[in-house]
């Protein structure tokens, strides 16, 4: 038999357990793209390289991507040589 104070810490016990699981669509994205041309002519290198770009920021239009939410770094231009 049970005494009373036995009786009294089995009543007051609660346990408790769970778990749980949410799934959001994503309200952020960073997609990094590099261009590079390679070209004999370094103005035709560039030119091709600009079209490139403008091609995908225009994409980025067509996807309701503002223009606030789209970054351009740098240009780079280097000679290549054979050695």
Do not use: C, H, W
Not at 8 to 29: F, H, M, N, Q, Y
């Amino acid at each position: 038999m049970e005494s009373p104070a036995q009786t009294l810490e089995a009543k007051s016990t609660i346990t408790v357990s769970g778990s749980a699981e949410i799934r959001v669509p994503p309200d952020e994205v960073v997609l990094s793209l590099e261009v590079q041309k390679l070209n004999k002519d370094i103005n035709i290198a560039k030119k091709q390289n600009d079209e490139t770009v403008a091609k995908i920021l225009d994409l980025t239009r067509r996807f309701g991507i503002l223009s606030q939410n789209v970054q351009t770094n740098y240009t780079q231009k280097r000679l290549l040589t054979k050695l």
